[in-house]
Nanobody, 115 residues
Framework: QVQLVESGGGSVQAGGSLRLSCAASGETICISAVGWYRQAPGKERELVASIVSSGGTYYTDSVKGRFTISRDNAKNTVYLQMNSLKPEDTAVYLC?????????WGQGTQVTVSS
């Protein structure tokens, strides 16, 4: 089993920054990639960014140039640095461990950006 715990959410004004953390524990050896998703009220969950074991990254178009995903293997933690935040970034952000036999999600952390 894998446990994922997100932290770092909060409320900021437009243009501000936040850094989210996703700490993994348990049988993390199965994880081949970690993705940050977000879900806003009334909208579908969307993949925001992901990082694979080789270090390759993916960003959805709306966050390119503003968000950076990174990882600290020693801490089993993946980060999402979010700069130049916009009100449309408001959502619950969740991390997802990929590659394991089962699907593992964190509990989510709320990000609220006010104009």
């Amino acid at each position: 089993q894998v446990q994922l715990v997100e932290s770092g959410g909060g409320s900021v004004q437009a243009g501000g920054s936040l850094r989210l953390s996703c700490a993994a524990s348990g049988e993390t050896i199965c994880i081949s990639a970690v993705g940050w998703y977000r879900q806003a009220p009334g909208k579908e969950r969307e993949l925001v960014a992901s990082i694979v074991s080789s270090g390759g990254t993916y960003y959805t178009d709306s966050v390119k140039g503003r968000f950076t995903i990174s990882r600290d293997n020693a801490k089993n933690t993946v980060y999402l640095q979010m700069n130049s935040l916009k009100p449309e970034d408001t959502a619950v952000y969740l991390c997802h461990a990929m590659g394991c036999p089962a699907k593992y999600w964190g509990q989510g952390t709320q990000v609220t950006v006010s104009s």
